[in-house]
């Protein structure tokens, strides 16, 4: 299932890595609209870079074929026996395993702090955020984010937890499940309503409106599957192919 930060998008932790308070002092880089902002997925294996960039360039987007065709595909299986904390407690700074673990800072947070720009901290933190500028590239839009609005801007998983789960999650030990859950190439801060509708969908049931963007998603989906050796679809399988010109 697709992650929902709510009302609670940035309550909880309290500490932080040294300059991290500087970020409120960046200024938002132009973006070309629908552009997606930010760092194509190509150059960014580990998910630390901010954004999802567009791939354009014929050269980028054979490449991207190329990792496409190396996700393994099966039927989905049912979603029985699936919940949210099969997967650890939400945002946990102790997953092992996952680039920023165990800074101080929990996972949420490092999301928003890896994305957002002109971020603004809660009063004695460097870690909660309560205001800041978001490129969303699902949907080519910029948000400024307030805390008050907390559910405009919620973090995505890219392969949903759900949806691994009937690909072959519930079979991993709670260690990889949390892992998984807490891997920063695996999440995105988006906007809310479109992370809503996506839900537990794969790309051959959703893709970012923001077409643009599209065939850098289907290589973050691609990047996770490899990572973790998670099946996909036959269809999804397909549906990616295609946003990259296959």
Known sequence: MTAVVAGALLTGCE????GDAKASDSAAAPTAPGSGGGTSPLANPEGTKPGLAAITSEQDRAAARRLIEKVSTKGRGPRTGYARDRFGYAWMDSADGVPLARNGCDTRNDLI?????NLRFR???DCV??????????????????KENASEVQVDHVVPLSYSWQMGSSRWPLNKRKQFANDVLNL???EGRANSAKRDSGPASWLPPNKRIRCSYAVRVSQVAVKYGLP????DKRTMLTQCGG
């Open 113 to 117: 702090r890896r994305d957002g720009l």
């Open 188 to 190: 995105i801060p988006v």
């Open 232 to 235: 996909v679809t036959a269809a």
């Open 129 to 146: 955020v309560i205001a800041m500028t978001l490129h969303d590239p699902y949907t080519g839009t910029t948000i400024e984010w307030r």
């Open 15 to 18: 500490g932080g890595l040294p």
């Open 123 to 125: 009063a004695g933190s």
